[in-house]
């Protein structure tokens, strides 16, 4: 039962919809922001926008295209964030949404850097500020609708549905017009799996996507987390041994020293 | 002491001073949020704080429980005139951890929340449980100069308080104490360590490593005898008493046996992950790796080997510095320069985040400054209060 988006780049127009329907539903101000040399609005994702779309300009056969890609917090099966919080303030649903929870968060932005996605935002403009990222619209799972951005969007570029399902959608897709798509699903393994799946015309690498590798990210920090019960027992009993050893040594050596004294006197 | 008295009011008035301009920024901090002091962002959300106070705070505290395994459990009694002094700075700085992250936090006023919402997965739980029982101990360790000097006050309730009470209290539970400390550093030395390596993607594969935990534990025991030797030279300077120079040169032999142990693990690990050729291919940023270890190990070792610069007073104290100043490299190219941004961004630390971190060092200084002149902490004293 795990929830996913299928987002299929050959359907997205860029039309942004996406980005004013997430506004909309979390309730986020807009703010000003400035022309950097492309259509794409805001630069980053940030504590104000939860999702954006990027523009990527190719040049194929000697004219430009462009192709879009939807960034957002990818929901992952194994996720960095939720085993680097020190409160468990971020947790992996049993629908496979990654949430948030303000009321035990300290701010400590632990999620933000150990997040191989680079998705956790922080509201650094404010004196009491919180973490922000996409939600997966877990208000609107919970009474059956489908999250925001994905009821608003015009052309079918995203669907929801159950993970397996999409994936085999996906291959389908792949399989009924191959020159259309770049043969790979960006998200069935990386990271061992996150629940927003993607396909492309073109490579990822060229899309700007990370090549993350299919470990999750959290594999070293649970083997060292694992060690812990037992280096805390092993440096006391070591330690305590070693107190044991010395006292001994210092004990007898004052017998000696006693003894010889005595034989010394007599 | 009348050198004591002309001297330092101006070094006082200085710290004093610095600690006042740290307090701006921080007020501004509490009113318009982290942005209008810092320049973090989402690409770099952890900046110098984390780099200076925490990474390098808490292993520039490891004198504290290297000194105290070193002389109350292996009975190295010899180092007993430093252990006192070093358990006081390791103490100090553990609390300017806490106090800078206080600032460093989103919400300072939930910190109690990691010991109620415990995330056993987390390196951070495991980091921020120890910190906040290390930073007690430390001060349960250090309390015998508290109570030792209570008991000699004059002052008028303080002196009708039996303070051989607590003192016997602390007594019976010094062992016990000591082991907490020697445990709890282990652990939280080498989680510091586990933390990076939620980052397998960001950090650097010359630094990224699975043993990062050993070698931060290592490293944080070689840095131990090394502070304590820089901060005895700094104190016996400014305070002008004595100096122990065969204690300190007997605590600088140590030193490069265990810088040649931490060697030995970072080359073997680069080699049997087979990425021992990018530090020499990876240009430029091979060249911070080079300088942590060439500053930090080879001289060191190199230095502290030859007998006749150990006992030269001068050699043993830039010997020491050079092992201080490697580590200090070393944590920030893990925590910052080798591990990448988010594309898009770019930080250099605004000039208030160093204020606040220089505030604090400032704190620990008035701090230390004040035991010396109020509290029974070098050899002198502690031999005229064993007498008295």
């Given amino acids: 039962m795990s929830k996913s988006v299928l987002y299929d780049a050959t359907r997205c127009t860029g039309c942004r919809a996406c980005q004013v329907a997430c506004k909309q539903w979390h309730d986020l101000p807009g703010r000003p922001t400035e022309n950097t040399g492309t259509y794409e609005n805001p630069p980053q994702l940030n504590a104000y926008n939860l999702t954006r779309i990027r523009y990527t300009e190719l040049e194929d056969n000697g004219r430009l295209r462009w192709i879009f890609a939807k960034l957002q917090c990818m929901h992952c099966e194994h996720p960095g964030c939720v085993e680097a919080c020190i409160v468990g303030a971020l947790k992996k649903q049993e629908n496979g949404v990654v949430t948030y929870d303000e009321a035990k968060c300290i701010g400590c932005r632990y999620c933000q850097v150990a997040c191989p996605f680079g998705i956790p935002c922080f509201e650094w403009d404010k004196p009491v500020p919180w973490i922000r990222k996409c939600d997966f619209c877990a208000d609107r799972l919970n009474i059956d609708l489908k999250p925001a951005c994905v009821t608003t969007c015009p052309t079918g570029a995203l669907k929801t549905g159950e993970r397996d399902d999409l994936l085999l959608e996906a291959r389908e897709r792949i399989a009924a017009a191959p020159a259309k798509y770049y043969d790979h699903i960006y998200g069935e393994k990386e990271v061992g799996g996150t629940s927003w799946l993607y396909l492309s015309p073109v490579s990822f690498d060229e899309l700007g996507f990370a090549d993350v590798g299919t470990d999750p990210v959290t594999v070293n920090a649970a083997r060292a987390m694992r060690l812990v019960p037992p280096v805390l027992l092993g440096v006391a009993v070591t330690m305590t041994g070693i107190y044991w050893l010395t006292r001994r040594k210092q004990k007898m050596k004052q017998l000696a020293d006693e003894k010889a004294k005595r034989m010394a006197e007599k | ?388």
Wanted: proline share 5%; glycine share 6%; aromatic share 12%.
């Fill in chain 2, 1 to 388: 002491m009348s050198g004591l008295k002309r001297r330092f009011p101006l070094g006082l008035a200085i710290l004093t001073f610095l600690v006042l301009l740290g307090l701006v920024p921080i007020i501004i901090r509490y009113v318009n949020g982290l942005g209008a002091i810092s320049n973090l962002s989402d690409g770099r959300p952890w900046g110098f704080w984390i780099s200076f106070d925490l990474y390098c705070g808490v292993a520039l505290a490891a004198g504290g429980f290297t000194l105290a395994a070193w002389v109350y459990l292996f009975r190295r009694e010899k180092y007993h005139a430093v252990a006192r002094p070093a358990i006081l700075t390791a103490f100090l700085g553990y609390t300017l951890v806490i106090l800078a992250l206080l600032v460093d936090l989103g919400q300072p006023w939930y910190i109690w929340h990691a010991i109620i919402y415990w995330n056993i997965h987390s390196p951070l739980f495991e980091v921020a449980i120890c910190v906040m029982t290390y930073t007690v101990v430390l001060a349960l360790e250090f309390s015998p100069a508290v109570f030792e000097a209570l008991n000699k006050s004059n002052l008028p309730l303080v002196r009708r308080i039996n303070w051989n009470m607590p003192l016997h209290v602390q007594h019976a539970i010094q062992i016990p104490l000591v082991i907490a400390g020697v445990v709890l550093s282990t652990l939280h030395q080498s989680s510091l360590g586990s933390m990076l390596l939620m980052m397998p993607e960001t950090l650097h594969p010359i630094w990224y490593t699975p043993i990062l935990p050993i070698l931060f534990f290592c490293s944080a025991v070689a840095v131990g005898p090394a502070m304590v030797i820089f901060e005895a030279n700094i104190s016996s300077m400014t305070m002008r008493h004595r100096l122990e120079k065969d204690i300190l040169s007997g605590l600088g032999r140590a030193i490069p046996y265990i810088l040649g142990l931490y060697l030995l693990l970072k080359l073997t690990d680069l080699g049997a992950r087979g990425e021992l050729s990018l530090i020499f291919s990876e240009y430029p940023i091979n060249l911070l790796w080079w300088g942590e270890i060439t500053i930090g190990v080879i001289l060191p070792i190199i230095l502290l080997s030859i007998t006749k610069i150990r006992q030269n007073r001068a050699g043993l104290f830039w010997g020491a510095t050079l092992v201080v100043a490697g580590l200090i490299f070393n944590r920030f190219n893990v925590s910052m320069f080798a591990l990448s941004m988010r594309p898009g961004y770019n930080y250099f630390p605004h000039w208030m985040e160093v204020a606040i971190s220089v505030a604090l060092v400032a704190d620990a200084m008035i701090v230390i400054w004040l035991s010396y002149r109020l509290l029974p902490i070098s050899r002198e004293d502690m031999v005229a209060s064993e007498k008295g």
